[in-house]
């Protein structure tokens, strides 16, 4: 595969943009161990902007109201009824990503602002 087009030159299954790079493996709410769970509740409330999700796929990134790195979602931390959009703004807390704990995801996500579109319900049909 080519350098030059913005993709991981490995060849794990996760090959996606270099920026927007998934967790290997990718950390659910129902794999995380209990002192990974009990280190993320011990974190602060952050803030920020849904910048993509993928119903189908089962997660996205948000990108943190303070800066910095765009952060993983994954479809089993989202809190409330509404599937997130675009420019939801929500809140989170940052969890520690196994094994090194070097990088962060965003759990106990809860949307805190809808933007002015049409938000479907986890238990409706996609739009």
């Not at 209990?34 to 948000?62: V, W």
């Not at 929500?90 to 965003?106: D, G, H, N, T």
Request: charged content about 25%.
């Amino acid at each position: 595969m080519s350098s030059d087009n913005g993709f991981n030159n490995d060849d794990s299954p996760n090959k996606t943009l270099t920026h927007l790079q998934l967790p290997s493996p990718i950390i659910t709410r129902r794999n995380r161990t209990a002192s990974t769970s009990e280190r993320a509740l011990q974190n602060p409330i952050e803030y920020g902007k849904i910048k993509s999700f993928c119903r189908e796929k089962g997660h996205g990134f948000i990108k943190p109201l303070k800066g910095g790195e765009d952060l993983f979602l994954h479809i089993s931390d989202i809190e409330g009824e509404y599937v997130p959009l675009p420019g939801d703004e929500v809140s989170y807390r940052l969890c520690p990503i196994p094994p090194k704990f070097e990088k962060y995801q965003a759990v106990h996500v809860k949307i805190v602002q809808l933007v002015r579109e049409r938000h479907s319900k986890w238990h409706e049909p996609p739009l």
